[in-house]
């Protein structure tokens, strides 16, 4: 008949642990492990359920007395997700590692399959706290989705509008820099970041551009620079025609036609971090408002607004998908309305 009993073993470390075991039948029918325990109170408790189920006529489900697996960490997930990631440029690679580096310390090492709203909620709180902008939060909430979404949990929490809420604040008035503002940096900055000062000036272009141009990219015959489709939100590779005199400054940094390096950066000594940098201290020497590198494009696109062009042909020039985006979010009204004197400030 069905029995289950309890078997008292010594383990090397000299503490005793207790094993479950039970039969179906009579001594002819093979033991069955039912679990190992480190005290006797746990092993009788498992040893009276075996026994209640055999009563019942039932086969014992040992499984159903084991905890759930727990799934990766938020941590493992979302370095999963990050390695998945191979559609995408070097600068967006980094822009999802700083977001998520402000998720890991707080939610790390919660198991992506127990995260709730609650813990988003947490985080949100959690990096408002500690000063961080609306904007910055945000971005670390949906690149936090997207791991979920990619792990496929269903429900996201990360996505539950209702109880992840971001927090207020006021829309920052954005003020391009003047002429006069650009051509003061100019005098002061290096000379390596004099250059790529002038060409995010005229093309209204990301400083993303300034890490991807490549010498390759400068047509010398039409005067104009490539953009690469991977610089744009249009995905799509586009022409920048250069004055003649940016045009001529440009090529007098390059070498001779025969010695020149198709793969070598076109701004060699000028990333776009380092110049965001040196503009800053440029500005703050200067006792003048301080403008970011992207502030040239809103500065750009407030002048062809003002030039009259049309919303399609800016979209085209600078390479923005959407003419509302590019109406909405990058005119502004600027104090002048003139381009800077390259030709001064380069003959300077």
């Known amino acids: 008949m069905p029995s289950v009993w309890i078997e008292k073993r010594k383990a090397l470390s000299g503490a005793f642990r207790y094993r479950v075991r039970y039969r179906l039948g009579g001594r002819e029918t093979k033991p069955r492990y039912a679990g190992m325990f480190s005290t006797k109170r746990e092993a009788q408790i498992r040893r009276d359920w075996i026994a209640g189920r055999l009563a019942a006529m039932e086969v014992p489900d040992i499984s159903l007395t084991r905890e759930p697996p727990k799934g990766k960490a938020v941590a493992a997930a979302i370095e999963e997700w990050r390695d998945s990631r191979v559609d995408v440029t070097d600068t967006?690679?980094?822009?999802h590692r700083i977001a998520l580096n402000r998720v890991i310390p707080v939610l790390g090492t919660v198991p992506i399959n127990e995260l709730t709203a609650a813990d988003v909620a947490r985080l949100v709180e959690t990096l408002t706290a500690a000063g961080k902008k609306r904007e910055t939060i945000r971005k670390s909430v949906k690149y936090l989705a997207a791991v979920l979404d990619y792990h496929g949990i269903n429900p996201n929490p990360a996505r539950d509008r209702q109880r992840v809420r971001l927090p207020y604040e006021e829309?920052?008035?954005?003020?391009?820099?003047?002429?006069?503002?650009?051509?003061?940096?100019f005098r002061t900055l290096s000379r390596p970041y004099r250059l790529p000062l002038l060409w995010l000036d005229w093309s209204g272009a990301r400083v993303g551009s300034l890490d991807l141009l490549r010498v390759s990219d400068y047509d010398?015959?039409?005067?104009?620079?490539?953009?690469?489709?991977?610089?744009?939100?249009?995905?799509?590779?586009?022409?920048?025609?250069?004055?003649?005199?940016?045009?001529?400054?440009?090529?007098?940094?390059?070498?001779?036609?025969?010695?020149?390096?198709?793969?070598?950066?076109?701004?060699?000594?000028?990333?776009?971090?380092?110049?965001?940098?040196?503009?800053?201290?440029?500005?703050?020497?200067?006792g003048i408002p301080v403008?970011?590198?992207?502030?040239?494009?809103?500065?750009?696109?407030?002048?062809?607004?003002?030039?009259?062009?049309?919303?399609?042909e800016i979209a085209r020039f600078v390479g923005q998908r959407k003419l509302s985006v590019t109406a909405d979010t990058y005119t502004h009204v600027l104090v002048d309305g003139r381009e800077i004197r390259m030709d001064v400030l380069l003959e300077a």
Not at 260 to 282: E, H, K, M, N, W
């Open 291 to 312: 403008f970011s590198p992207h502030d040239l494009r809103h500065r750009r696109i407030s002048l062809l607004h003002r030039q009259g062009r049309s919303w399609a």
């Open 92 to 95: 967006t690679r980094r822009l």
């Open 220 to 286: 010398e015959p039409n005067r104009r620079v490539r953009l690469r489709a991977s610089t744009t939100k249009t995905r799509q590779a586009l022409w920048v025609d250069l004055p003649d005199v940016l045009a001529e400054a440009i090529e007098a940094t390059l070498p001779p036609r025969e010695d020149r390096d198709p793969d070598a950066p076109l701004f060699p000594d000028a990333g776009s971090d380092r110049l965001r940098t040196a503009i800053a201290r440029a500005c703050s020497a200067n």
């Open 171 to 185: 829309a920052g008035e954005i003020n391009p820099p003047t002429a006069a503002h650009v051509e003061t940096v």
